[in-house]
């Protein structure tokens, strides 16, 4: 799993410690020797085996082997995963009469587990998308327990054939189109050795935009359908930007260009979404000035995470004037404060300060005419008499 491969592993009632041992290294908790699970009301008395109606509801996972509707039969033991892990999934869980204890023992004051504390098939999935599923009963998988979607669709998403989506096409520039500035222009360097003509030590293709600028960003996303062995559109309303220096300035919610509908029955979740998985937002540029990225994840249970941070162009390759970035675009940008000569030419904020420029200015002139036209008449009257 560390090299980003998926494991699927089968127990039965007499789960060995080896089996444990695995099942414990990624979070799973396998129940005590011994114990099954047991259902005095949902049973299948001709094969042995419960018949569990916990079934995830995720569509990415199951398809349609989905939902409360598909009957699951069961035979082997239960296990639980903390409710804290925000790795895993719960593929299939107890009904809420099942219980997992040892058969023809007293069960005591409280079952093991009860309930849907009572997992009986569970995945987990690494911070790099390598899954692991662990499922309690080998005989779930063969042909006369029936259960032949349900075990098809888990075996897809374990495999990496369900709930995989992807990114393309990274874009982003001002509303109107215009794309940012360049830091320093490529520039052709005379025939002269390189110590005479140093770089400077800061990135020649930097893309800078302005405080309060009418940002636009887009990107595409793509989910693996496993039936047509293609990539499709992908349709969520969830996905989100953000605009990050250290911390978000900005959050918002990307719009996708599809729509999803209800797919036919047996058909992936995505097989029935208009649009070609394009998700884009617009928004202002923060009043606040220096290095930002934009950033983009999105992790959901069942799904493969999302991850659009580093996605960085080729040395030599510059945004030609008037076009958008490529997919390749830079996501690390520079936001510049105003230019001296782009500053409105009267600020409202300043006005105070107007104002007492102004009366200063006032202030002057009336006292240097006072002070060169007008005389002490006392002192003069003071000096005749004398």
């Given at each position: 799993?560390?090299?980003?491969?998926?494991?699927?592993?089968?127990?039965?009632?007499?789960?060995?410690?080896?089996?444990?041992?695995?099942?414990?290294?990624?979070?799973?908790?396998?129940?005590?020797?011994?114990?099954?699970?047991?259902?005095?009301?949902?049973?299948?008395?001709?094969?042995?085996?419960?018949?569990?109606?916990?079934?995830?509801?995720?569509?990415?996972?199951?398809?349609?082997?989905?939902?409360?509707?598909t009957p699951?039969?069961?035979?082997?033991?239960?296990?639980?995963?903390?409710?804290?892990?925000?790795?895993?999934?719960?593929?299939?869980?107890?009904?809420?009469?099942?219980?997992?204890?040892?058969?023809?023992?007293?069960?005591?004051?409280?079952?093991?587990?009860?309930?849907?504390d009572t997992?009986?098939?569970?995945?987990?999935?690494?911070?790099?998308?390598?899954?692991?599923?662990?499922?309690?009963?080998?005989?779930?998988?063969?042909?006369?327990?029936?259960?032949?979607?349900?075990?098809?669709?888990?075996?897809?998403?374990?495999?990496?054939?369900?709930?995989?989506?992807?990114?393309a096409n990274?874009?982003?520039?001002?509303?109107?189109?215009?794309?940012?500035?360049?830091?320093?222009?490529?520039?052709?360097?005379?025939?002269?050795?390189?110590?005479?003509?140093?770089?400077?030590?800061?990135?020649?293709?930097?893309?800078?935009?302005?405080?309060?600028?009418?940002?636009?960003?887009?990107?595409?996303?793509?989910?693996?359908?496993?039936?047509?062995?293609?990539?499709?559109?992908?349709?969520?309303?969830?996905?989100?930007?953000?605009?990050?220096?250290?911390?978000?300035?900005?959050?918002?919610?990307?719009?996708?260009?599809?729509?999803?509908?209800?797919?036919?029955?047996?058909?992936?979740?995505?097989?029935?979404?208009?649009?070609?998985?394009?998700?884009?937002?617009?928004?202002?540029?923060?009043?606040?000035?220096?290095?930002?990225?934009?950033?983009?994840?999105?992790?959901?249970?069942?799904?493969?995470?999302?991850?659009?941070?580093?996605?960085?162009?080729?040395?030599?390759?510059?945004?030609?004037?008037?076009?958008?970035?490529?997919?390749?675009?830079?996501?690390?940008?520079?936001?510049?404060?105003?230019?001296?000569?782009?500053?409105?030419?009267?600020?409202?904020?300043?006005?105070?300060?107007?104002?007492?420029?102004?009366?200063?200015?006032?202030?002057?002139?009336?006292?240097?005419?006072?002070?060169?036209?007008?005389?002490?008449?006392?002192?003069?009257?003071?000096?005749?008499?004398?």
């Amino acid at each position: 799993m560390k090299s980003g491969g998926n494991v699927l592993v089968a127990g039965a009632a007499k789960t060995g410690d080896v089996v444990r041992h695995l099942a414990a290294e990624v979070g799973v908790d396998v129940d005590k020797k011994g114990s099954q699970v047991l259902d005095n009301v949902s049973y299948d008395a001709k094969l042995g085996a419960v018949v569990s109606y916990g079934a995830s509801p995720l569509l990415h996972v199951l398809h349609s082997a989905a939902g409360p509707e598909t009957p699951v039969r069961f035979q082997g033991i239960g296990h639980s995963i903390d409710a804290s892990n925000h790795l895993a999934v719960k593929i299939l869980e107890g009904n809420p009469t099942s219980f997992s204890a040892k058969p023809g023992e007293a069960t005591g004051e409280k079952p093991e587990s009860i309930g849907p504390d009572t997992l009986l098939a569970s995945g987990l999935q690494g911070h790099n998308n390598a899954r692991f599923v662990f499922c309690g009963s080998l005989p779930l998988f063969s042909d006369a327990f029936h259960n032949e979607d349900f075990a098809l669709q888990m075996a897809k998403w374990a495999f990496a054939e369900n709930g995989i989506i992807r990114f393309a096409n990274v874009t982003h520039s001002r509303v109107d189109g215009s794309p940012p500035e360049l830091l320093l222009k490529q520039k052709e360097k005379p025939d002269l050795p390189k110590s005479l003509f140093p770089d400077p030590e800061i990135t020649r293709n930097s893309l800078v935009y302005r405080i309060k600028d009418m940002l636009y960003y887009e990107v595409t996303i793509n989910t693996w359908d496993g039936d047509a062995q293609a990539w499709a559109p992908f349709h969520a309303e969830d996905v989100q930007l953000e605009f990050v220096m250290l911390d978000p300035y900005i959050r918002t919610t990307l719009t996708s260009d599809g729509e999803a509908h209800k797919p036919p029955s047996g058909r992936p979740p995505n097989d029935h979404v208009s649009g070609d998985g394009k998700f884009s937002t617009s928004f202002m540029a923060p009043d606040k000035y220096g290095i930002f990225k934009f950033k983009l994840l999105y992790r959901r249970p069942g799904l493969s995470t999302l991850h659009v941070e580093k996605v960085r162009p080729p040395v030599d390759e510059i945004w030609e004037e008037g076009e958008r970035r490529s997919s390749r675009a830079l996501l690390v940008v520079s936001v510049r404060p105003f230019k001296h000569n782009e500053y409105e030419r009267y600020i409202t904020s300043a006005y105070p300060y107007y104002t007492a420029a102004f009366v200063l200015m006032a202030a002057v002139t009336v006292f240097s005419f006072l002070f060169l036209f007008t005389e002490d008449k006392t002192v003069l009257s003071k000096t005749h008499r004398d």
